[in-house]
């Protein structure tokens, strides 16, 4: 623990690294509180997965390792995915969840190849390029981990404005209709949303885990209240301190990384609430039934 405050006094990077994770992790439970009830959490697992050949692809255009640059086109190619999945559902027999496999598969796979390809026909400048699929917070400097706790802080902005309307549209779209919500616009707004937290936390936390991100804090949240503005508030409360968690236990042991110590952070909070929560957990349920 001496090492921690020493590293967090002396080195500014790791105090940047410390409020990146904190701001993403409340962003990314509360949207993910919308998403789980709204059942699209596998839709945010494509996302996440389609963002890679986005990130190989700006790199190849550019041929220039920025991070706004990469964002953008990990933002593309999960808006075509999530287009992709909606296509294929309308257009034919294929479920949902199949629907999901296959954009899934096909884009990490094209994105893998693209990552293939660049590491043997450019050389330094792809240079931790792969940190992209695990993520590595290590490797932030003080304008990406700005961008991300700048774009993470205005996606929690327009989440509480837009807090009712999501309320209502995923509840009940009809009364939302009757009473002159546009449900089409708030839907498209939250996998727009969900599109943001995939971009902006895949250098931190990975392309395979940020949809942990969003959707474990938000599953424990939902074992002690009924209430959607409790959820939402304690889901970013519960992702806020796995990013606090898991940054702090990377810095004190080198060799572990950042994102995959979040994940297993929210994890650890999940099977407590799974356990010991107020409405759902197993706990309080088996005393009821004794």
């Known amino acids: 623990m001496l090492d921690f405050y020493q590293s967090f006094l002396s080195s500014a990077n790791v105090r940047w690294v410390l409020i990146g994770s904190l701001i993403l992790g409340f962003a990314s439970g509360m949207i993910g509180s919308f998403v789980l009830l709204k059942k699209q959490s596998l839709i945010s697992d494509a996302m996440s997965h389609a963002a890679l050949p986005g990130v190989c692809i700006g790199f190849m255009i550019f041929q220039e390792k920025s991070l706004p640059i990469l964002l953008v086109g990990a933002a593309v190619t999960s808006l075509i995915a999530t287009h992709a999945i909606q296509v294929i559902v309308n257009h034919s027999k294929i479920k949902s969840d199949a629907a999901i496999g296959i954009v899934i598969s096909v884009f990490f796979g094209f994105g893998i190849v693209l990552l293939t ?11 931790g390029l792969d940190a992209f699929i695990f ?16 774009s993470s802080l ?4 327009i989440t509480t404005i837009c807090f009712k309307a ?30 943001g937290i ?3 936390g895949i250098q931190m936390v990975g392309v395979v885990l940020i ?13 002690w209240t009924d209430n959607l503005t409790v959820m939402a508030w304690l889901a970013g409360v519960f992702g806020s301190i796995s990013g606090l968690i898991g940054a702090i236990t990377s810095t004190l042991f080198s060799n572990l990384p950042t994102g995959p110590m979040i994940v297993l952070s929210a994890s650890v909070i999940f099977f407590i609430s799974l356990l010991i929560g107020q409405r759902k957990g197993l706990f309080l349920r088996a005393v009821k039934v004794r």
């Open 211 to 223: 949809a942990a991100l969003l959707i474990t804090p938000a599953l424990a949240a939902r074992y």
């Open 135 to 150: 993520g590595q917070a290590a490797s932030l400097v003080r304008s990406d981990v700005q961008l991300v706790a700048i």
């Open 154 to 157: 205005i996606l929690v902005i």
């Open 117 to 127: 390809y660049i590491q043997q026909n450019f050389t330094s400048d792809q240079a």
């Open 198 to 200: 995939v971009v902006i």
């Open 166 to 195: 999501f309320k209502i549209s995923i509840f009940d779209p009809s009364f939302a209709k009757n009473i002159g919500i546009h449900v089409r616009f708030f839907n498209g707004l939250l996998l727009a949303l969900v599109v």
